[in-house]
Every structure is written in C-alpha cells, then in structure tokens.
C-alpha cells in the first residue's frame, strides 16, 4: 500500500495509468469482437477505426467541421456563461425573482430541450444560429443554478468581514461574493457546456446540418461504421479541448481553492 | 488582587478622559417563535486607551451579540456605543473586528489577504504591499507571504487575519474568541503573540471569550457576564506584571485570578446547562 501511495505522488504515473487502461480496454474490446463475443456488424473493431482515420480526415473536411462545431460549441458556451451567471446573480440579488423562478429553471435543467428543434428551426432557419441557440438553451439552467448556490453558499463570515471594512455593495460583489462563488460556478459552467456540447452535436445530427453531429449521421447513413466512430472520436477531441479551456480559465481567476 | 465591584469600576469609567470605547447601556432582544428573548439587558462598560479588556461569559450570556453590536453588524438595539468620543452606528473605520470562524479569504495569498483592507482604503500597490510585510512580520509569518491560506495551520490562519485587521490601523481591535478552534497550546502560544503586539502597538483592545486562562493571561480587565440575559456581574482588575507570557499561567496569583472569575462563572454556566436540559425536555415533550 505503500509503494502503491508513493507511485501516486509522480506525477507521470496516474496519466500513464488511465493511459494504459484505456489502452487494455480498446485490445480486449477488439479481442472480443475477433472472437465474435460482440457483433463486428455492430461495433466495429477498434484497429479499423484506426485506419478510417486517414480516410476521414482526407475525404471528409474533418478539420473544416472540428472548426465548425467547435465554434457553435463555443458560442453557445460564451453565451450560457453571460447569460447564465448574469441571471444567476440577478436571482441571487432579487429574492422575489429567485422564489418566483428557481423551481421551474430546475425543472428546466432537465427537460429533454432538444426536442424544441423543429420550434427553433422555425424561428432562426437551417443554420448555425439554431444550433447554437439549442446549445445555449440546454446549458442555461446549470450555469444560472449553480452561481445561484455559490453566491448564496457564500460564507457568512466573508461578508461580515467585507461589511467590518465597509465594503459598499459593488466592492461586496467584486472581492468577496464573487471569488468566494467561482469554483461553485465552474461546476455550473462545466455541466453546462457538458448540455451544450450534447445538444449542438445532436442538433446537428437531427437536421443534418453543420459540422461533426452532420458527418457522424451521413456516415452512419452510409453504414461506414469504422467512420461514424472516428468522427464520434473528433466529437470528444473538442469536449477536451473545452475542459482544457475551462480549466485554464478557472486557474487564472481562481489559482487555488 | 484588586477587585473592583461593576458598580465602582462602571463609576470609575464614566470619566469622559478615560473612555475611548464607551458601550451605554446597551439592550439587544431577539424576537423568537416562543417570544422575545433579551439577549444583552442594559451592558455598560468602558475600555481606556491601549488597555485590554476582556469580556467573558457562558455560552447564551450574549458576548457575540455584544460584539457584533460593538462592530456594527446588527442594530435594532437601545443604547449606544461610541469611539474616541464619537457616536458609532453600523461598521466603523475606528474599530477592526477579527472573527471566530476561520474568516482569511482562501483565493488570495498571505499578502494579498493583509493588503486587503489597504487595496479598499486605495493605497498604490507598492506602499500596500510594503504595509502589508510590516503587519505580516509583525505576527511571526515572514516567509509566508506568498503561501494561499489552505497551505497554513490554523493558528497561522487566524494570525493572518488578526494581521489583515491591524493592517485597517483600527483605534480599537475587537476580536470574537479568535483562537477557540485552535489547541490549548497553540491558544497559548497565540496569546504571546497577542501580547507582544499589544505591548508594541498599544493596541486598545477588547476580546470576547469564554476561556478563563486566556482572558486572565491577556487582559488588563475582565468583565464577567451573567448567563441570558447578559448583564454585567462584575469587572476584575487583573494586576500581573506586564509585559507577559504564557510563562505566567503556573504563577500563584494567575491561579487566583482564574479562581476568582471561576467563581463567578460557575453559577451561570450551571444555569446555562440548566435551561439547556430543560428546553431539550420541552422539545422532546412536544408531538
């Protein structure tokens, strides 16, 4: 137990780990459809969805798409961050609002909203506004909650200090409430971009319109299994790189908890 | 050992020169779903230029109440406190509060915290931080400047911000049992480190608590506090050499000191603990 504790201090050792265990996961997934345990008609083996990678990234714009989503994504994620914190401390200031509204944005944090998208293919046409506004609807609730509870969670004894140095109410807000509230509204902000990435994608493979979710559904449609994989596998390159971003975000407001 | 009656000590302190915290019959009730509950009944006191004094009492007798009066947190009391002559309601400039509850703001950094109530006031950076390296090597953390509240011991939490408050350069440090989390000997440990800043800034200062050693340890004067509703029992004028230490506690005269005020207390803890178990049996009576 020891040892096992002192590996887990190298900092190397719990990346290669994970690593190494996705790695047995892909070979024994593969050893089990070569032996036909699982059906290769259904999943494909993981050493072809290697080699459709060439053939993806050559013939299918990859990259042009990965911008694409990873735009929308991103503009919906900017947008649920405003809009959801802004709210949220709009809830946080007026009680009224905030006992008139907080159950029902609950309530929407898990409605299944991309049912919505035939409403917003109405209002905002076959484009890249309708999935970013699907995304941004999605992600709201958690981001406007979640700053809700960090404002509202904030120690009563950071605000007495505040008051003690007689703090006004925006210098309140700026040095205290807010810092005191950010890892709270990152949670929000991560679960949110968690909706807002599902939807922008789903949206995309429902209207067959835009970049990844559209490849994915055209592939899948012309029963390139190893393909519609490769492409599932871009999808989570930019659910990375928006944790990567998240994070980086976070550290610089916030450099420790 | 001087004691001194709150009669004679409060007739004592009237003397306008000799005031520069006055508390005035201070009144505090609290409304409650089994009615109004007197939490502070007609409290008097003074406290002189640079003395400490401390104010004790068991727990429900109303000491945090008295302090959050003294520091402007709540209002809706009868009387009135006032500072250097000057009436006071709500927060104060002149009165720096440091609290109970571990109260450093854990995204800043040792420095950052003490250079907290300067970057407020509108102090340029490089004076706040120079500011903030005086009070930070005046509670014993040099070294620690950079290092975030969560990478520091609990007493080193609570000198960070009993440092943050000195940095204000309140009239009046009021401080609200800072160390009762904290282990017996860093509590005594803290309270050399208090004294030694009293002794070099002449700090006037008025500590709530309930612990007995640590006010006798600390204080100039203490005033002892009766159980609900607080009222003033007594003031004793603790006459031990100064400058002090912990050093003091084996003294003889120490032992009498937190004898006497033991005496004192003993009949309203009892009390306390009385009401305590009679309204755990009425809520267990209830349907």
């Given at each position: 137990m020891t040892s096992a504790a002192a590996l887990g201090r190298r900092p190397f050792v719990p990346a290669l780990l994970g690593f190494g265990s996705l790695l047995i996961f892909i070979l024994v997934v593969e050893i089990l459809i070569r032996v036909g345990v699982i059906n290769r008609y259904i999943v494909p083996m993981p050493s072809q969805i290697a080699m459709s990678f060439g053939r993806v990234i050559s013939e299918e714009d990859i990259f042009g798409r990965f911008r694409l989503t990873f735009f929308e994504a991103l503009s919906a994620g900017a947008l649920i961050a405003v809009v959801g914190i802004s709210i949220g401390i709009l809830l946080y200031r007026v009680n009224l609002l905030r006992l008139a509204c907080e159950t029902w944005i609950a309530a929407l944090a898990s409605a299944?909203?991309?049912?919505?998208y035939p409403l917003f293919l109405v209002i905002f046409g076959r484009s890249a506004l309708t999935i970013i506004m699907m995304g941004f609807v999605a992600g709201l609730p958690p981001v406007i909650l979640k700053t809700l509870e960090g404002l509202s969670g904030t120690r009563r004894v950071l605000i007495n200090v505040g008051r003690s140095f007689k703090l006004g109410p925006t210098q309140m807000f700026v040095k205290i409430l807010f810092p005191a509230a950010l890892p709270t509204i990152f949670v929000g902000l991560r679960l949110g971009l968690i909706f807002t990435l599902i939807n922008v994608v789903g949206v995309e493979f429902l209207i067959n319109f835009g970049g990844l979710g559209q490849l994915i559904n055209d592939l899948a449609e012309r029963y390139d299994l190893p393909g519609t994989y490769a492409a599932i596998c871009f999808v989570i390159l930019v659910s990375v790189f928006f944790f990567i971003i998240t994070e980086r975000v976070e550290r610089w407001l916030r450099p420790v908890d | 050992m001087a004691v001194a009656t709150s009669a004679t000590r409060l007739a004592e302190d009237a003397k306008p020169d000799a005031a520069f915290l006055v508390v005035d019959d201070i009144v505090k009730r609290f409304e409650t779903p089994d009615g109004a509950i007197t939490?502070?009944?007609?409290v008097s006191f003074t406290v002189r230029p640079g003395e400490f004094l401390a104010v004790i009492g068991p727990s429900g007798c109303g000491k945090s109440t008295l302090f959050n009066i003294i520091g402007g947190l709540i209002d809706g009391y009868e009387g009135q406190i006032g500072v250097a002559g000057e009436r006071v309601a709500g927060p104060h400039a002149s009165i720096g509060m440091v609290f109970?509850?571990?109260?450093?703001?854990?995204?800043?950094t040792v420095i950052e915290n003490v250079a907290f109530p300067l970057e407020i006031a509108g102090v340029k950076k490089a004076n706040r931080i120079e500011r903030a390296r005086h009070f930070i090597a005046l509670v014993g953390l040099s070294g620690f400047e950079n290092r975030y509240p969560t990478e520091l011991s609990g007493g080193m939490r609570q000198r960070v911000a009993i440092a943050r408050t000195l940095a204000s350069e309140p009239k009046i440090l009021l401080m609200d049992e800072p160390f009762a989390s904290l282990d017996e000997q860093t509590r005594l440990l803290l309270g050399d480190k208090v004294l030694q800043i009293q002794q070099e800034l002449k700090q006037t200062t008025l500590l709530i608590t309930h612990n007995i050693t640590e006010a006798v340890q600390l204080s100039d004067r203490i005033l002892v506090m009766t159980y609900r509703?607080?009222?003033?029992?007594r003031i004793v004028e603790i006459n031990l050499p100064?400058?002090?230490?912990?050093?003091?506690?084996?003294s003889e005269a120490f032992g009498r000191y937190v004898a006497q005020i033991w005496g004192d207390l003993r009949e309203e803890a009892s009390r306390g603990m009385h009401d305590d178990e009679a309204r755990a049996l009425h809520a267990g009576d209830r349907p």
């Amino acid at each position: 137990m020891t040892s096992a504790a002192a590996l887990g201090r190298r900092p190397f050792v719990p990346a290669l780990l994970g690593f190494g265990s996705l790695l047995i996961f892909i070979l024994v997934v593969e050893i089990l459809i070569r032996v036909g345990v699982i059906n290769r008609y259904i999943v494909p083996m993981p050493s072809q969805i290697a080699m459709s990678f060439g053939r993806v990234i050559s013939e299918e714009d990859i990259f042009g798409r990965f911008r694409l989503t990873f735009f929308e994504a991103l503009s919906a994620g900017a947008l649920i961050a405003v809009v959801g914190i802004s709210i949220g401390i709009l809830l946080y200031r007026v009680n009224l609002l905030r006992l008139a509204c907080e159950t029902w944005i609950a309530a929407l944090a898990s409605a299944p909203s991309v049912l919505m998208y035939p409403l917003f293919l109405v209002i905002f046409g076959r484009s890249a506004l309708t999935i970013i506004m699907m995304g941004f609807v999605a992600g709201l609730p958690p981001v406007i909650l979640k700053t809700l509870e960090g404002l509202s969670g904030t120690r009563r004894v950071l605000i007495n200090v505040g008051r003690s140095f007689k703090l006004g109410p925006t210098q309140m807000f700026v040095k205290i409430l807010f810092p005191a509230a950010l890892p709270t509204i990152f949670v929000g902000l991560r679960l949110g971009l968690i909706f807002t990435l599902i939807n922008v994608v789903g949206v995309e493979f429902l209207i067959n319109f835009g970049g990844l979710g559209q490849l994915i559904n055209d592939l899948a449609e012309r029963y390139d299994l190893p393909g519609t994989y490769a492409a599932i596998c871009f999808v989570i390159l930019v659910s990375v790189f928006f944790f990567i971003i998240t994070e980086r975000v976070e550290r610089w407001l916030r450099p420790v908890d | 050992m001087a004691v001194a009656t709150s009669a004679t000590r409060l007739a004592e302190d009237a003397k306008p020169d000799a005031a520069f915290l006055v508390v005035d019959d201070i009144v505090k009730r609290f409304e409650t779903p089994d009615g109004a509950i007197t939490a502070v009944d007609h409290v008097s006191f003074t406290v002189r230029p640079g003395e400490f004094l401390a104010v004790i009492g068991p727990s429900g007798c109303g000491k945090s109440t008295l302090f959050n009066i003294i520091g402007g947190l709540i209002d809706g009391y009868e009387g009135q406190i006032g500072v250097a002559g000057e009436r006071v309601a709500g927060p104060h400039a002149s009165i720096g509060m440091v609290f109970q509850e571990e109260s450093t703001f854990p995204w800043r950094t040792v420095i950052e915290n003490v250079a907290f109530p300067l970057e407020i006031a509108g102090v340029k950076k490089a004076n706040r931080i120079e500011r903030a390296r005086h009070f930070i090597a005046l509670v014993g953390l040099s070294g620690f400047e950079n290092r975030y509240p969560t990478e520091l011991s609990g007493g080193m939490r609570q000198r960070v911000a009993i440092a943050r408050t000195l940095a204000s350069e309140p009239k009046i440090l009021l401080m609200d049992e800072p160390f009762a989390s904290l282990d017996e000997q860093t509590r005594l440990l803290l309270g050399d480190k208090v004294l030694q800043i009293q002794q070099e800034l002449k700090q006037t200062t008025l500590l709530i608590t309930h612990n007995i050693t640590e006010a006798v340890q600390l204080s100039d004067r203490i005033l002892v506090m009766t159980y609900r509703p607080g009222r003033v029992k007594r003031i004793v004028e603790i006459n031990l050499p100064r400058p002090r230490s912990s050093d003091i506690v084996s003294s003889e005269a120490f032992g009498r000191y937190v004898a006497q005020i033991w005496g004192d207390l003993r009949e309203e803890a009892s009390r306390g603990m009385h009401d305590d178990e009679a309204r755990a049996l009425h809520a267990g009576d209830r349907p």
